[in-house]
């Protein structure tokens, strides 16, 4: 059993992610200011940083460069930030809360909004090609993780259209199972699986680490299915019960929750099996997966 205080390792790890991300975003007075502004308001309106902390507690459990792997995971950050904005706006969520703030178009407006969501996906771009302290062909192999978890076949736009299209429908057992590995296990996945990279894992390494993040992408999810539904506005820092509202495809409207919970803790059993083999490097991981099935917002 590992030692580690994982409300202290995150709280290190945000404080670490939020001044790189300061570092690496735009100033807010640089022309022109208001796209500045509206990327820094979404980025810093709070948020847990559970991509950037998968990458380091991946990188970590085989002994990569911390700076590699804080610039990499500061780079998926405002990739997820940017799913975020466009997620929240009228045409898709249309959400008027995030992280306990108003959303980037309530603040800014929706064409604002939208290009700040596309200023983050291209400033993320920017900064993998920069990418410091690997090679060529880790930095390549890098960026074409994010591109294909973000993009539609697998990924998180191709989740979120099945997400679109399943709401208020009748949805099986597949559907629910695509649209979760697809809108938000694929990103989560490919946080693990980029920090590996950068750390130079390969082989069976690589493998475990793949497997234990495609587990632990899905626990994510079908926990927030279950805090929809059990935990408040003000906790979450998001509207809750929208998606029993609009009759989204979740795990408690098909399983239930007690048995949404059993699968949740068979994922994380199943993923903390996979690095069994690996050093105390790993105990972040192994910390990470308890916290993520018993996390309460």
């Known amino acids: 059993m590992e030692a580690m205080d994982i409300k202290e390792y ?3 790890a945000r404080a670490e992610v939020d001044a790189r991300l300061d570092r690496l975003l735009p100033a807010e007075g640089e022309a022109p200011s208001i796209i ?4 820094r308001h979404s980025v810093f309106a709070g948020g847990k940083r559970v991509r950037p902390v998968l990458v380091l507690a991946s990188g970590e459990s085989v002994h990569g460069n911390h700076d590699c792997l804080l610039h990499l995971g500061a780079a ?3 990739m997820h930030t940017y799913s975020l904005i466009h997620d929240d706006l009228p045409a898709l969520d249309n959400d008027d809360l995030r992280r306990g703030l108003p959303t980037c178009h309530k603040v800014f407006g929706e064409a604002i909004a939208i290009l700040a969501g596309d200023a983050l996906m291209t400033r993320c771009y920017q900064l993998l090609a920069d990418l410091p302290g690997v090679g060529d062909g880790s930095r390549v192999r890098i960026v074409r993780e994010i591109a294909c ?3 539609t076949v697998d990924g998180m736009i191709g989740g979120q259209v099945a997400d679109l299209e399943s709401e208020g429908k009748p949805f099986d057992a597949k559907t629910l199972e695509y649209i979760h590995h697809s809108k938000t296990g694929a990103l989560l996945r490919a946080c693990v699986r980029s920090g590996a990279l950068a750390a130079g894992a390969a082989g069976r390494e690589l493998e475990a680490l793949d497997r234990y993040g495609s587990a632990i992408g899905l626990v994510f999810q079908i926990v927030d299915d279950i805090l929809d539904v059990t935990a408040t506005s003000q906790a979450l820092g998001k509207t809750a019960g929208k998606d029993v509202r609009a009759g989204k495809a979740t795990y408690p409207a098909l399983y239930g929750i007690d048995a949404s919970r059993r699968k949740a803790r068979e ?5 903390l099996e996979e690095i069994r083999g690996f050093d105390g490097g790993a105990d972040a991981l192994r910390a990470l997966a308890r ?3 018993q996390r309460t917002a």
């Open 10 to 12: 995150f709280s290190n």
């Open 36 to 39: 500045h502004r509206a990327m």
């Open 76 to 78: 998926i950050e405002m």
């Open 149 to 151: 978890a973000t993009g």
């Open 267 to 271: 994922l994380v059993d199943s993923a």
């Open 291 to 293: 916290y993520f099935l």
